[in-house]
């Protein structure tokens, strides 16, 4: 097997939200595409993170919005959701709107866009990339290990989709990464069922009784910073717990979580007869290695709602930060207006034939914090996956 060679035109690496649609994308154009995957299923964080909003999708205005922010594949995957769950509506939360999703839909949704490209899509599963030749600043192949053994595959172009940047690590592009100091808390989800009378005020209760068990010194202060969202029956929610980058591990995050659903069937009726129904698959990192593309976007491109000529896409969602020490910060673009992202940010500077889409574009650590919601990342792949086809054609 190690001498196997598999050639095509596009390799995407990561079958989340944004290679998903990278690769659907490429395909789409008639590119010869092949599309990796660590795990056995397309969806990524979108899945394993227990999440059931997708942000990013829409202008915050007063109104409610007629429709998403940007064109494209986008669009269908919303009509296909909206088919398989009609209840789910976009709402609005605070300042801004989101649209409600179940994870098995957004799996089904994604399978049958995959299967309508089997033409020139190829998916291999429970395969992940593990190193990578550079000849000539350009991605000569990338070594691959899968269930029948360690391969490589030689592509035109590479779209690193990957969410923390591994490709763009394994070619050494250049990119950054946050210091571990100054890096945003990530994220550790559980489940809780077996609510008792719960109402609207949960989501206010949970934050407050946690505020004043950190001011008792009862738990630290990252727990403090625990959201709590209510979800599909009456009697579930989900809990949403921050992670400081010295406390990294699954092991760590399951205690945590015990600690705090504990605590909070002490002190809140409602959760006294409750019990931890899930949890999500992994700790939930906000951050990864962000490529130093051709462009690197702004806070202040976001806050100024600045527009460019090769803006490839749309998004209003505000700069959000997860801040070690203060918690969620959020920064807001005007009502009704939006920024775009140009193409640029989607290709490394000095790697020929290296794009990327979803988390790991080349944005600042505080632009990251608008850019990395789910909506933002479907049509960051499809823009990825167009400018990587047209590579193709240039050679
Ligand atoms: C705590 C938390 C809460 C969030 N809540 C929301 C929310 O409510 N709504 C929202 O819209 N966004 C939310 N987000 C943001 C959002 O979930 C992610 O930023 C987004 O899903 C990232 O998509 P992606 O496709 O870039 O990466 P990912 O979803 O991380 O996908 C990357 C894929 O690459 C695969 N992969 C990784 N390495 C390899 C390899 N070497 N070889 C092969 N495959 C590999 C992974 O298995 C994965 O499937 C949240 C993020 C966090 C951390």
């Not at 994870?103 to 599963?125: C, G």
């Not at 019990?275 to 690197?296: A, F, K, N, P, Q």
């Not at 490839?312 to 959000?320: D, F, N, R």
Request: hydrophobic share 35%; aromatic share 8%; glycine share 8%.
């Amino acid at each position: 097997m190690e001498n196997m060679k598999k050639e095509c035109q596009v390799l995407v690496v990561g079958s989340g939200v944004a290679g998903t649609i990278a690769a659907v994308s490429a395909a789409r154009k008639g590119a010869h595409t092949i599309l990796i995957e660590k795990n056995n299923f397309p969806g990524g964080t979108a899945v394993t993170g227990l999440h059931c909003f997708i942000c990013g999708l829409y202008v915050n205005d007063t109104n409610m919005p007629k429709g998403p922010i940007n064109k494209g594949i986008v669009r269908e995957i919303i009509s296909q959701l909206k088919v398989l769950s009609p209840e789910k509506k976009v709402m609005r939360m605070g300042r801004v709107y989101i649209l409600p999703y179940s994870r098995q839909d957004l799996v089904s949704v994604f399978r049958s866009l995959i299967k309508n490209e089997k033409q020139h899509l190829e998916v291999l599963y429970n395969t992940q990339a593990v190193s990578v030749r550079t000849e000539q600043s350009t991605i000569a192949a990338v070594r691959v290990r899968g269930q029948k053994g360690v391969f490589d595959i030689v592509p035109r172009a590479v779209i690193d989709c990957s969410g923390h940047g591994v490709i763009i690590q394994l070619s050494g592009a250049k990119h950054q990464v946050s210091d571990s100091k100054q890096r945003q808390l990530a994220g550790y989800t559980f489940r809780v069922k077996g609510l008792k009378d719960r109402d609207n005020m949960a989501a206010v209760k949970v934050p407050y009784y946690l505020a004043q068990a950190y001011a008792e010194k009862k738990i630290p202060l990252y727990l403090k910073f625990t959201t709590f969202i209510p979800i599909d029956n009456t009697d579930e929610g989900l809990c949403k717990i921050s992670i400081p980058p010295a406390r990294n591990s699954i092991q760590l995050a399951k205690k945590d979580a015990v600690v705090v659903h504990g605590y909070l069937c002490k002190v809140l009726p409602l959760f006294k007869d409750s019990y931890i129904s899930d949890t999500s698959s992994e700790v939930l990192e906000r951050e990864g290695s962000r490529l130093c593309g051709e462009y690197t976007l702004s806070a202040n491109d976001i806050i100024n709602a600045r527009k460019f000529p090769d803006g490839a896409l749309k998004s209003a969602w505000p700069i959000e930060l997860w801040n070690q020490k203060k918690g969620p910060q959020y920064c807001y673009i005007n009502p009704g207006d939006y920024y775009e992202i140009p193409a640029r940010c989607l290709k490394s500077q000095e790697i020929s034939n290296l794009f990327c889409a979803g988390r790991c574009i080349s944005v600042s650590q505080e632009a990251l914090g608008s850019t990395r919601v789910m909506g933002t990342c479907m049509s960051l792949g499809e823009q990825a996956g167009c400018e990587a086809v047209k590579l193709k054609s240039k050679n």
